[in-house]
């Protein structure tokens, strides 16, 4: 399949605006950057909703020095439509509505060939991973031509990106998009108190934060002799886990689930289905606390920061 896409742009450089980050820590940066055409097998997307999580906030800080890549666009929660795809690219086309999706399915690979597995041999989750892999550039410039940086196969805030197919899935179009893009990722109180409220402990905990501190309480939250604590949360720092072996000997166990167990490409587009029709119990409404205009994205990292916010939803 040939590229194609709206206005004819397919084979040239798009000028567009993007949130850049110049530093750990630093205020992101408002301004206009190159976004190159999508290559073979990618797909570039205009991006219409994109939200802040715990992971860009944490890389977005540079709490773990390997992962400082500057400049770099952060962002991995989007919903979109695609704007044109690259050659070999034939499950999407030009106005599909689509998510953006962090662990990608390339659907050749002993992994995603298998039933008991998400993961992806070219398409896992690594923060360190900040050029394209088909050629190992980037689809983003500055406008004088200097590179700037992907993040988690997806970089979302920006008005357009590139992402490889593998890294998107499409979706109904009658699927409000809005809600729909915390499908793309999405979806405290000490652990004697928990153990009191639930007498003994809970059967699962689910630590999302990002935060050996939090895991540690999830762990220890959980009831002796079959408790068990899901990893959720992408760990920044090179601390390791702050368990004692002799903690496990109690019977809790542990694990960790990339994408909450999904095949993204092949499952998903089921899961959004039931959750526009409330098939699952779960209202995705629920979980955007706020809502803001792409420019105020520093305001939406501070919520974040001050706890005050679950996800907060940036239009573009």
Not at 157 to 176: G, R
Not at 207 to 235: K, Y
Not at 257 to 272: E, I, R
């Amino acid at each position: 399949m040939e590229s194609k896409a709206i206005n004819d742009l397919s084979d040239k450089d798009i000028i567009c605006t993007a949130a850049v980050a110049w530093g750990p820590g630093q205020p992101l940066t408002i301004q206009q950057i190159r976004v190159q055409p999508p290559q073979k097998m990618e797909v570039r997307i205009k991006i219409l909703f994109t939200s802040v999580c715990h992971t860009d906030l944490s890389s977005w800080q540079g709490l773990n020095v390997s992962q400082r890549v500057y400049p770099r666009i952060f962002g991995h929660e989007a919903s979109g439509v695609v704007e044109s795809v690259g050659e070999g690219v034939e499950d999407m086309k030009e106005g599909d509505h689509v998510l953006t999706i962090f662990n990608g399915e390339c659907g050749e690979c002993v992994y995603c060939k298998s039933k008991i597995t998400n993961l992806c041999e070219r398409f896992r989750v690594d923060p360190l991973q900040s050029v394209m892999r088909n050629d190992g550039k980037t689809r983003f410039l500055t406008q004088d031509g200097k590179p700037i940086y992907h993040f988690l196969n997806t970089s979302t805030f920006t008005e357009y990106t590139v992402v490889d197919s593998a890294c998107v899935v499409k979706i109904d179009p009658k699927a409000p998009l809005d809600k729909m893009t915390l499908l793309s990722c999405c979806l405290s109180t000490v652990h004697e108190k928990i153990r009191e409220m639930s007498e003994g402990g809970v059967d699962f905990s689910f630590e999302c934060a990002g935060n050996l501190d939090v895991l540690r309480e999830a762990f220890l939250s959980t009831h002796d002799g079959w408790g068990l604590t899901v990893v959720l949360g992408i760990h920044p720092t090179p601390r390791m886990l702050p368990l004692h072996p002799m903690e496990l000997f109690d019977g809790r166990r542990i694990t960790g689930s990339v994408f909450g167990g999904f095949k993204a490409k092949t499952q998903l587009p089921l899961f959004a289905h039931h959750c526009m029709h409330h098939q699952e119990g779960l209202k995705l409404e629920e979980f955007i606390t706020h809502e803001l205009p792409f420019s105020s994205i520093d305001q939406a990292f501070q919520l974040l920061i001050n706890g005050k916010s679950l996800r907060c939803l940036l239009h573009l």
